[in-house]
């Protein structure tokens, strides 16, 4: 087959290579940045688009904060009392140099302690201050998937599943500190495959705070960019928790309190329990155990272990897909981590409403490149999400007391996640298969149509064009 502007025939479909070309502009062409990225100007018609995700985005977050003042009802539920009240006293521990000990509510690794000092850098009450932090931040992560949307190969469809995602969560999302471990998580896989320690970083400093931004380095890339990625990460989670460590006393007392958690009343392992309580069939207790609603009594240990279990498999499917991937694009390393994270999810003894929006936040990362085997479960994840308010807060009530209606609509919310969670794993997997050659046949110089202005290419140097950063001077794949 040639490579330099030849066209070939696919003996088997009748396919003329040059049909389907993607011209690369020249350097210096209008939509070239210095480094060679594709980037649009502002009155071309990705402009406009532009300029609609920011009206989306601004009209959708007016509409958040009007449900978080109590100005729009969805529920009689408050959802700012995890704010106002548990951060809250959490901020005023944490200020005298110490974790919070006696409180078995704090679930969290050494890092969220800054996320929780963070509002006090403000000058309003802490309540507002964590509202303005959400907002920026907010404002912030979809700033990087717009960016994303304009270079060459990549779609704005990730920064409109972030404007629809993130008001389907309802005000729950700026009421938990989730949307910013979400933002760095969103911001280190971004960059990871352009700037691979800097990348590595962010999702390690992601992992000190919420553990699961780590799952994201599942997919980089063989060589060079794993070395990189995954010695940062190591690098700075460990640097950071031991200054974290040695500064305050109690940085990692949460583990011991995670050991003993129940069944959380929202988590895949609850259902078989509330199915048997409607029928009659299971008398434990539903009570607030370290720090959420939990199934306490018979079978929950037993399903403890089974979702332990659950978590291992899944986790040992990632690392043999790893080993028998042999094909790596752009979008393998986004897909890679969302199937982690919902493997993490699914398989979790605790589903939270703010799970979902770092589910948003890594689907919307999937979907800024066209080539992404993640379309469908994009979708899924959408309906879930709009599931996830209805159980929490609207029908939260018939979810603890186990009653029909929550019951449904948390089966639905469940399945729906276990059903992406499968289907992205399954497209993850098809996806990074060995593709056999196609056979071509070259034409004659005399029935080759004239060749266009540019450079005409394959379609699949379109991932080699992204990742040029990729090859070092000796043309040797990093």
């Known amino acids: 087959m040639r490579t330099d502007g030849g066209s070939g025939v696919d003996l088997r479909g009748a396919h003329v290579e040059r049909g389907s070309a993607v011209e690369l502009a020249p350097a210096g062409s209008p939509g070239m940045s210095a480094g060679g990225a594709d980037r649009t100007p502002a009155s071309s ?3 406009g688009a532009l300029w609609g995700l920011a009206g989306g985005w601004l009209a959708t977050r007016v509409l958040i904060m009007l449900m978080v003042l109590g100005l729009v009802s969805v529920s009689g539920a408050d959802v700012t009392a995890d704010v106002s009240v548990i951060y809250h006293g959490w901020y005023q521990v944490l200020q005298t140099g110490t974790f919070p000990l006696d409180d078995v ?3 969290y690794p050494p890092g969220a302690a800054l996320v929780i000092l963070l509002p006090g850098l403000l000058p309003w009450s ?23 949307g304009t270079r060459r190969g990549r779609s704005f469809t990730g920064a409109w599943v972030w404007v629809a995602g993130v008001p389907l969560l309802g005000p729950t999302v700026y009421c938990r500190y989730d949307i910013v471990v979400t933002a760095v998580a969103v911001g280190g896989l971004l960059v990871v495959l352009r700037r691979p320690a800097l990348g590595g970083a962010l999702l390690g400093l992601g992992g000190l705070v919420k553990v699961w931004p780590v799952l ?15 010695t940062a990460a190591v690098a700075s989670l460990s640097a950071l928790g031991f200054l974290l460590a040695a500064g305050m006393n109690g940085a990692f007392e949460f583990l011991k309190f995670q050991r003993d958690r129940g069944i959380e009343v929202e988590s895949l392992g609850a259902l078989p329990l509330h199915f048997a309580r409607l029928a009659g069939g299971w008398h434990g207790e539903v009570k607030m155990n370290y720090g959420s609603v939990e199934m306490l009594g018979p079978w929950v240990t037993v399903i403890s272990k089974v979702s332990v279990g659950a978590s291992v498999a899944g986790f040992a499917w990632l690392l043999f897909w790893r080993l028998r991937a042999k094909r790596w694009q752009t979008a393998t390393t986004f897909d890679a981590a969302l199937a982690a994270l919902l493997i993490f999810t699914v398989t979790s003894r605790v589903i939270s409403p703010q799970y979902l929006v770092w589910v948003v936040g890594l689907t919307a990362v999937c979907l800024t490149v066209r080539g992404t085997s993640q379309r469908p479960v994009a979708l899924l994840v ?3 999400t709009l599931f996830t308010t209805l159980e929490f807060p609207v029908l939260f009530s018939q ?3 186990s009653q029909v209606w929550g019951v449904v609509v948390l089966t639905v919310r469940n399945l729906l996640l276990l059903a992406a969670a499968i289907l992205s794993c399954v497209r ?3 996806s990074t298969r060995v593709v056999e050659p ?3 046949l070259v034409l004659s110089p005399a029935l080759e149509a004239p060749v266009p202005a540019g450079y005409p290419v394959r379609p699949g140097i379109a991932y080699e064009h992204d990742l040029l950063d990729g090859i070092d001077s000796a043309g040797v794949r990093q």
């Open 45 to 47: 018609p990705a402009g």
């Open 428 to 430: 993850l997997w098809r």
């Open 105 to 107: 509510t704090w679930q």
């Open 382 to 384: 959408l309906a879930a």
């Open 399 to 401: 979810v603890v007391n």
């Open 126 to 148: 802490y309540l507002v201050s964590f509202w303005v932090i959400c907002g920026l931040v907010d404002a912030f992560t979809m700033g990087l998937l717009m960016r994303a």
């Open 438 to 440: 196609v056979r071509t």
């Open 216 to 230: 994201a380095l599942i997919g980089t890339p063989k060589g060079r960019r794993t070395k990189r990625s995954w």
